[in-house]
């Protein structure tokens, strides 16, 4: 693993009206990290990546992508970067081949050359027979594989996941995996979101956890294991997270069920 | 919830749903979330308007329909034999709702999202299907009601009570007609079709109900002069064929005591063939039916190869005149998106449709009711008629701003992620992608129309007008917000904001008048052609410079 920051936050905050969702991010990412990016829902986590996405303005802090000050208004450092957003909200009236040309043009390949490339990589994932049909036809699993192969297409240095493997077989899941593992031995970064902590906890190299917009935890899972004397990534996100009524609010929960 | 008087209604017929074996309690309760969903829908018929008001669109769409109503009403006056009269509402309305169920509700017809969420419940399937079933007749019902109401009332103190109760019988054997026509269409769309080609028919459907609407309008004000008068009507083999001549024979039999062979088959292929149907529709129909509608979700498997050389083509074309390769790809994007985004070619192509048309509409206008079509003909090539395009200009040019918008304006977080500079390129290569593919294609349409009558002394006129319609873009384009295309929801709001309207409209009377006064000043005409272009000109070249900071 190298020492070279590939993205730099410095005391990011950013507020949605009065309710503040960063309360000072700072962070250094290294070439060929796996970052397990993680946090209970509505700690920021999403907030983050779209901000280094630059989908969202108004934040306070320093953000250097790949040495480009994003606050700069460049848009230079968007061409080594790759997205699958957490919602699956595109312009799904598109066919994937329409889709996937387009994001490869506007990132500067041929449009040849992507067409190629495009149906060369849905063809891998086995959805070939999809291209030219509309997206908003596809099965949850199919348009997981395609906002993949959408963030991949440029092949970019860094790649920000939100929940990449939700909605695929297990068969598909080993593939992506696969394909994330060679990715990061190619020298890529990968900033992992998830809620699933098995698999964050397996393909992680770093795993940062966030609650209530800070940081209360980061490092490897071992490193994570012997501070927090917990089993599982499980046991420590719900320390960290001050939660430990899940047995009783599940008890609760039943106790209503069967009053019925 | 909101307690529904249609269902008070059918708490009537509880008696025969219990017979039936269908649990009556249970289908109600369905049936009143249904109709509170169809309250929620934004109805085709005002899709093209943009309401911001959900609630109100349901109660507006059906004004809409008694307005047509309303217009059926005149056929009642025309000094028409009896037959033929009958023959033209009775054809209207089948023809209206027919439209009406195809376009409206064939969310109701092609549900499969319900059978996922009731049947896993404890519910037998015969209530859903009852409770289908009763849906769909509720709405056509209502549409029937609506628009044949006016009818109705002003027949019953025209005609008598006879003629009131004749209309009524027939519009339920109508109705079972329109419903076995509509089925029928959707049955015989999905063998053939998958899910999305069917949405496609489905979506043109709406387009062309709400063109020939807003053509409709044109006519009717004008409907007393394509009447001849002398005209005597013999029946012919072929009225057989109508289904409107079947529901319109008994008036004549009852009303007018004609007894006649023709008449009297005609009214018992009217009270035969429907009665016929509904049998057929509920027998066999609706189980066949239900069993194709899975194709609805299917996702179709294509291989369009020729898709792939007409990109690559049509890329290399627009470089001639793009010479930016961003603005290139923006430019056929949005092409891609209108051509399959469903929701907004309802709201864009009626539009278009409207200034293709109306120029021909109001020549058609001058030729009703003159003695000769020829003498018509060359007082028209005379006169400065051609001028009528700048209306076209007027429509295609206001269409600009509805690109704006899509259903599907969630997914517009893709233009900030990628490594675009400037927006100006998106902004533009949308508007050029949308100009060449969709506004000169109607434009050249609408001279095209006009050549037999002027020929070639027309081409410094079209060139004008051409070269005013690219500037009023231009014009518009520059004045309204910098909206990224397809980023703002269907709803929000109307597409034409009425600045811009009536900008539009001072620009198209003041360069139509302009042009009016020059036309036969050939030079002056030249100095107008060769000024406008270059203000054109500059202002496109100028129209990319826009930051990310003006988009809103």
Same mark, same amino acid.
């Given at each position: 693993m190298s020492t070279e920051a590939v993205i730099t936050i410095k005391d990011l905050k950013m507020s949605y009206g009065p309710k503040q969702v960063l309360k000072g991010i700072n962070l250094e990412i290294y070439r060929g990290q796996v970052i397990g990016y993680i946090g209970p829902n509505g700690a920021g986590k999403s907030t983050t990546v779209k901000i280094l996405l630059g989908l969202v303005d108004g934040y306070s802090g320093a953000i250097s992508i790949l040495g480009e000050d994003i606050d700069k208004g460049g848009v230079a450092y968007k061409r080594k970067i790759g997205y699958v957003p957490e919602t699956v909200e595109i312009y799904d009236n598109l066919t994937a081949y329409e889709y996937l040309t387009f994001i490869g043009e506007v990132y500067g390949l041929d449009l040849k050359q992507v067409d190629d490339k495009a149906k060369k990589l849905m063809s891998l994932l086995g959805i070939e027979e999809v291209y030219h049909s509309r997206i908003s036809s596809y099965s949850k699993g199919m348009k997981q594989k395609l906002l993949i192969i959408s963030s991949v297409i440029h092949n970019p240095d860094i790649l920000f996941l939100d929940e990449p493997l939700s909605g695929l077989d297990a068969n598909s899941v080993m593939i992506v995996k696969e394909i994330l593992a060679e990715l990061v031995a190619l020298g890529k970064t990968i900033f992992y979101s998830s809620h699933i902590m098995d698999v964050v906890e397996k393909i992680s190299s770093r795993i940062i956890l966030i609650n209530d917009g800070q940081i209360v935890a980061d490092g490897s899972f071992v490193e994570l294991k012997e501070k927090s004397k917990q089993g599982s990534l499980e046991q420590i996100f719900n320390q960290l997270t001050g939660f430990n009524k899940h047995k009783e609010i599940a008890h609760e929960f039943i106790t209503e069920l069967q009053g019925v | 919830m909101p307690e529904f008087s249609v269902l008070k209604i059918i708490d009537l017929f509880s008696f025969f749903y219990r017979v039936m074996g269908v649990n009556y309690a249970v289908m109600r309760q369905i049936l009143q979330i249904k109709l509170l969903m169809d309250r929620r829908r934004v109805p085709a018929v005002l899709a093209s308007s943009g309401h911001k008001n959900e609630a109100n669109a349901f109660n507006k769409s059906l004004l809409t329909y008694g307005f047509i109503g309303i217009i059926f009403v005149i056929f009642i006056f025309l000094p028409l034999p009896l037959f033929i009269k009958m023959n033209l509402t009775m054809g209207m309305i089948i023809f209206m709702v027919a439209m009406t169920m195809v376009a409206e509700f064939s969310t109701v017809l092609l549900d499969t999202k319900d059978k996922t969420i009731l049947l896993s419940k404890p519910i037998d399937s015969r209530t859903v299907n009852a409770a289908k079933m009763t849906h769909i007749i509720i709405n056509l019902l209502t549409i029937i009601v609506v628009m044949a109401g006016p009818s109705l009332v002003v027949g019953l103190f025209v005609h008598g009570f006879l003629f009131f109760v004749l209309l009524f019988g027939e519009l339920l054997l109508v109705s079972g007609f329109i419903l076995f026509l509509t089925s029928f269409f959707y049955f015989f769309m999905l063998l053939f079709f998958d899910g999305d080609r069917l949405r496609d028919v489905i979506n043109y459907f709406q387009v062309v109900f709400s063109l020939v609407m807003m053509v409709g309008y044109q006519f009717i004000g004008r409907i007393y002069s394509f009447v001849d008068y002398d005209f005597v009507f013999v029946i012919k083999w072929w009225m057989y064929l109508l289904p409107s001549a079947w529901f319109a024979a008994p008036f004549s039999l009852v009303l007018e005591s004609k007894v006649d062979d023709h008449l009297v088959y005609l009214s018992l292929l009217g009270l035969l063939v429907p009665v016929l149907l509904w049998v057929l529709y509920f027998k066999f129909a609706t189980g066949y039916f239900e069993k194709n509608l899975y194709k609805l979700d299917r996702a179709a498997t294509r291989k369009r190869k020729t898709l792939e050389s007409r990109a690559l083509k049509y890329k290399k074309l627009y470089s001639y005149i793009m010479p930016d390769t961003s603005e290139n790809i923006f430019c056929r994007f949005a092409q891609n998106m209108i051509s399959s985004e469903r929701s907004l070619k309802l709201r864009l192509f009626p539009n278009l449709g409207l200034a293709a048309f109306l120029p021909?509409?109001?020549? +058609? #206008?001058?030729? $009703?009711? /003159?003695? *000769? $079509? #020829?003498? *018509?003909? !060359?007082?028209?090539?005379?006169? @400065?008629?051609?001028? !009528?395009?700048?209306? /076209?200009?007027?429509?295609?040019?206001? *269409? +600009?701003?509805?690109? #704006?918008?899509?259903?599907?304006?969630? =997914?517009?977080?893709?233009? %900030?992620?990628? @490594? +675009?500079?400037? @927006? =100006?390129?998106?902004?533009?290569?949308?508007?050029?992608?949308? $100009?060449? %593919?969709?506004?000169?294609? +109607?434009?050249?349409?609408?001279?095209?129309?006009?050549? @037999?009558?002027?020929?070639?002394?027309? $081409?410094p006129h079209i060139l004008l007008i051409f070269l005013n319609m690219l500037l009023l873009i231009i014009l518009i384009f520059r004045m309204s917000p910098k909206e990224l295309p397809f980023s703002k929801g269907m709803q929000s709001g109307r597409s034409v904001s009425l600045g811009i309207f009536l900008g539009s409209l001072v620009f198209c009377s003041i360069t139509a008048g302009l042009h009016y006064t020059l036309q036969d000043f050939y030079i002056g005409l030249i100095i107008y052609i060769i000024v406008v272009f270059l203000v054109t000109a500059t202002l496109w070249k100028a129209s990319a410079k826009i930051t990310w900071k003006d988009v809103v």
């Open positions: - | 021909l509409i109001m020549l +058609i #206008n001058l030729l $009703v009711g /003159t003695d *000769s $079509v #020829n003498q *018509s003909l !060359s007082y028209i090539s005379h006169g @400065p008629f051609y001028l !009528s395009i700048y209306i /076209t200009v007027f429509i295609l040019s206001a *269409s +600009i701003t509805t690109m #704006n918008s899509s259903e599907m304006y969630k =997914g517009a977080w893709i233009y %900030k992620a990628l @490594p +675009i500079e400037s @927006p =100006g390129v998106i902004l533009r290569g949308a508007l050029t992608g949308f $100009v060449l %593919k969709y506004l000169i294609p +109607i434009y050249l349409f609408v001279c095209l129309l006009f050549t @037999p009558l002027y020929g070639i002394s027309l $081409v």
